[in-house]
């Protein structure tokens, strides 16, 4: 089995500026990601392939042991271009490269660094056991529920629920159905998955990972400096 893991780090990041090789408890967040990929090497045959369009990433990439001859093109650098077309291009450039093609993707998220080895490890068997699925995501239980405390405008401008409770069955948060929230730390992906134009990660075909411990995105400066507390004070309950 043939995996390929796919970093993808853009410059120019506007919610914090820098992130992806800003320093974290005395740790490039980008070292945190390339770190994890050395400890799936002994145990998978795995190839690490980093896309990005920024000479600084790809430095401090380098400093971690993660070289590249690949550079991101310009039509996937900006604000609007998705990852899964970023993906992709990645994979094909690196299929050409190996003459071969890749049986698993595995996609490390750098600003979502809070998972484990066996995290990546269980998810990845619980793709293998379901080989109709085209991905999996990872998740964490939401904090709040469509079914419940989540409200959306509605055609006459009131605001009602996201997700209409018919039966009136769901009363207390407790009762509603059990939705999650992705936490953009990692994706597999088989390789027929990118056979397709497809857009986005959420398929019909697609599987959960739940984590069992905290884990969550950088998106605002304040989850930079939680994240840090917590990793500076060893607040986790697991080891990276």
């Known amino acids: 089995m043939k995996i390929l893991i796919t970093i993808c780090a853009r410059g120019g990041s506007k919610g914090i500026p820098g992130k992806n090789i800003k ?3 005395g740790k490039s967040l980008i070292g945190y990601s390339i770190d994890l990929t050395k400890k ?10 980093l896309s990005t369009d920024d000479e600084a990433i790809k430095e401090k990439a380098e400093s971690f042991g993660l070289k590249t001859s690949y550079s991101r093109p310009d039509y996937l650098a900006t604000d609007a271009a998705g990852k899964i077309d970023t993906i ?20 490390l998220d750098v600003t979502s660094p809070l998972r484990t080895f066996e995290d990546i490890e269980k998810a990845l068997n619980i793709i293998l056991e379901n080989p109709e699925a085209l991905n999996l ?6 904090a709040r529920s469509p079914y419940f405390n989540m409200v959306e405008k509605n055609a006459e401008g009131f605001y009602s629920l996201v997700k209409t409770n018919l ?22 992906y088989r390789r027929s998955f990118f056979n397709e134009d497809t857009k986005s990660a959420i398929t019909d075909r697609s599987l959960i990972y739940e984590m069992n411990h905290v884990c969550f995105d950088l998106d605002h400066p ?12 060893n607040k986790l309950d697991f080891e990276l």
């Open 88 to 107: 992709r291009d990645l994979l094909f450039y690196e299929e050409s490269i190996a003459e071969d093609k890749y049986d698993f993707i595995l996609d």
């Open 167 to 188: 039966d009136g069955s769901v009363m207390t948060r407790q009762s509603a159905p059990k939705v999650y929230e992705l936490n953009a730390s990692f994706y597999w």
């Open 137 to 142: 995501f990872s998740v964490n239980p939401a």
């Open 23 to 25: 320093d974290i408890n």
């Open 222 to 233: 304040v989850d930079f400096l939680f994240m840090e507390y917590l990793l500076q004070n």
């Open 40 to 49: 799936i090497k002994e145990k998978f045959d795995v190839k690490v392939a």
